[in-house]
T-cell receptor, first 112, second 109 residues
Framework: DTAVSQTPKYLVTQMGNDKSIKCEQN?????MYWYKQDSKKFLKIMFS???????INETVPNRFSPKSPDKAHLNLHINSLELGDSAVYFC???????????FGDGTRLSIL | EDQVTQSPEALRLQEGESSSLNCSYT??????LFWYRQDPGKGPEFLFT?????EEKEKERLKATLTKKESFLHITAPKPEDSATYLC??????????WGAGTKLIIKP
């Protein structure tokens, strides 16, 4: 059973489009996260979401918005995609903020 | 500013050749230090958490240690399947994880 699953695995689209990435976790965790991993492999936190409390990294453009229909899902919606948005996006979850995070396999986003 | 630096960027070893990876950090109010392994095309996989200086954790051929300024991941008699990128992350007083860029480990048979 996949613990944290993301779809799609690959996403190729044109500049200016709007796209969404879905994330689901079946671990019963309370906290979910979105990360961006750039070409230099640095993982940068974008959002964390816990019991309807959203913590936003201030460097994230407001074109990015997380949406959580329930505790097991945290989707990422991106408006007006730009070339610089090309990266691998990872979803993760943890039981609490202190516990290790479990990651999905990532969504590779390529902007043409 | 909170920062995590991993060295070396890449390390090539022969099978059976032991070595260590380094993770040095500056962070206000360290809550924990995490080691992860990342294979190509996959998400990071959790290995260890260390909470206080002097703590050590072991798993198979891997052993992680922690001081007040750095952590080491020791690899004893590695095998080709240990090849991966090893990531270090520290958790600050706000529970945010700050990640290093990783060390790419290649074990040649």
């Amino acid at each position: 059973d996949t613990a944290v699953s993301q779809t799609p695995k690959y996403l190729v689209t044109q500049m200016g489009n709007d796209k969404s990435i879905k994330c689901e976790q079946n671990l019963g965790h309370d906290t979910m996260y979105w990360y961006k991993q750039d070409s230099k492999k640095f993982l940068k936190i974008m959002f964390s979401y816990n019991n309807k409390e959203l913590i936003i990294n201030e460097t994230v453009p407001n074109r990015f918005s997380p949406k959580s229909p329930d505790k097991a899902h945290l989707n990422l919606h991106i408006n007006s995609l730009e070339l610089g948005d090309s990266a691998v996006y990872f979803c993760a979850s943890s039981q609490t903020g202190l516990q290790p995070q479990h990651f999905g396999d990532g969504t590779r986003l390529s902007i043409l | 500013e909170d920062q995590v630096t991993q060295s070396p960027e890449a390390l090539r070893l022969q099978e059976g050749e032991s070595s260590s990876l380094n993770c040095s950090y500056t962070v206000s109010g360290l809550r924990g230090l995490f080691w992860y392994r990342q294979d190509p095309g996959k998400g990071p996989e959790f290995l260890f958490t260390l909470y206080s200086a002097g703590e050590e954790k072991e798993k198979e051929r891997l052993k992680a240690t922690l001081t007040k300024k750095e952590s080491f991941l020791h690899i004893t008699a590695p095998k080709p399947e240990d090849s991966a990128t090893y990531l270090c992350a520290v958790q600050d007083s706000n529970y945010q994880l700050i990640w290093g860029a990783g060390t790419k480990l290649i074990i040649k048979p």
